[in-house]
């Protein structure tokens, strides 16, 4: 059995809203920006500072995508 756009996208928006999920994602954005802001980073370190960032807005859009599935599901049920 399938989940339910509705299920899913409450076990996301919990997890959007869970403080240590919040901390984690913005300890390791910090940690890029520490890379991109060293004069020192070498240019491996700044593309993989780069790739980490990127992966962090999918990990982002991932959720979004629930979020809006939801609400188109809901403006159809309505």
């Given at each position: 059995?399938?989940?339910?756009?509705?299920?899913?996208?409450?076990?996301?928006?919990?997890?959007?809203?869970?403080?240590?999920?919040?901390?984690?994602?913005?300890?390791?954005?910090?940690?890029?920006?520490?890379?991109?802001?060293?004069?020192?980073?070498?240019?491996?370190?700044?593309?993989?500072?780069?790739?980490?960032?990127?992966?962090?807005?999918?990990?982002?859009?991932?959720?979004?995508?629930?979020?809006d599935?939801?609400?188109?599901?809901?403006?159809?049920?309505?």
């Amino acid at each position: 059995m399938t989940e339910s756009i509705k299920d899913k996208a409450l076990r996301y928006r919990n997890l959007a809203k869970d403080e240590t999920f919040q901390e984690v994602m913005e300890v390791v954005a910090d940690r890029q920006i520490d890379v991109f802001l060293d004069a020192s980073s070498s240019t491996e370190a700044i593309d993989e500072a780069r790739s980490i960032v990127l992966a962090l807005k999918q990990v982002e859009a991932v959720m979004q995508s629930v979020f809006d599935a939801e609400a188109v599901f809901d403006k159809h049920n309505s």
